[in-house]
């Protein structure tokens, strides 16, 4: 099963409105990270947030987690069609023989309409 | 600034032939260097990391190997092509482990 769950798999809005994703996971985590990838492209970091953390903000992104509930969620305000690409989120799982490796998720395919 | 380089962007090879793809980074030194594939556009699959010069961790058995031969090279091999082993192959390379990763613009594999 995947340590990181995307939902929903697919996000269709129009430019202006803002746009949350989701992310769950199974086990105990260092940090999560949200990245971005435009099609048929490498990946594009967007922001990390620690397992001591509750909320991130970076230009239009806000990142909350609730390590209670195993989840996190990427919010996008007043989006643009530049924003359309796919996002996933990224675990490094804490302790263990997982150290070192981020395990990703599906990730959620976000269409902004102009 | 660094930059991180895959070649090529796209190739085209028959099942049993051989593979070799190159990453290079530039603007940094002893990166920590990854491999990953993704399959029909969506999660990365972890394939091999390295810390070091000479030093490759295997995450998922198969035909494929890597290698580092100098600090900022990575090289993802195979001596005998799978229909199977057809995807998205991604390079990325970060400061420290498991932090922000950097990620070149991948190389599609299409095996035939």
């Known amino acids: 099963s995947q340590q990181g769950e995307e939902d929903p798999q697919a996000l269709s809005i129009q430019e202006g409105e803002n746009a949350t994703m989701n992310c769950s996971y199974k086990?105990?985590?260092?940090?999560l990270q949200w990245y971005r990838q435009n099609s048929g492209r490498g990946l594009v970091h967007l922001i990390l947030?620690?397992?001591?953390?509750r909320e991130k903000h970076s230009g239009r992104l806000r990142v909350t987690l609730d390590t209670s509930k195993k989840s996190s969620s990427l919010l996008i305000t007043a989006s643009r069609a530049a924003d359309t690409a796919s996002y996933f989120c990224?675990?490094?799982?804490?302790?263990?023989?997982?150290?070192?490796?981020?395990?990703f998720g599906q990730g959620t395919i976000l269409t902004v309409h102009p | 600034s660094q930059t991180i380089h895959q070649w090529p962007a796209t190739l085209v090879q028959p099942v049993g032939s051989p593979l070799s793809l190159e990453c290079t980074v530039e603007?940094?030194?002893?990166?920590?260097l990854y491999w990953y594939r993704q399959a029909a556009g969506r999660g990365l699959q972890l394939l091999f990391y390295?810390?070091?010069?000479?030093?490759i961790s295997s995450e998922v058995p198969q035909n494929l190997s890597a290698s580092r031969p100098q600090d900022r090279q990575f090289i993802l091999s195979s001596k005998k092509l799978l229909l199977s082993d057809s995807g998205f192959y991604l390079c990325?390379?970060?400061?420290?482990?498991?932090?922000?990763?950097?990620f070149g613009p991948g190389t599609r594999l299409t095996v035939t």
């Open positions: 603007g940094t030194s002893n990166p920590n």
């Open positions: 990325a390379w970060s400061v420290l482990l498991a932090e922000e990763q950097y």
């Open positions: 086990t105990s985590i260092n940090n």
């Open positions: 390295s810390v070091g010069i000479g030093q």
């Open positions: 990224a675990t490094d799982k804490a302790g263990g023989t997982s150290y070192g490796k981020l395990t």
């Open positions: 947030i620690r397992s001591n953390e």
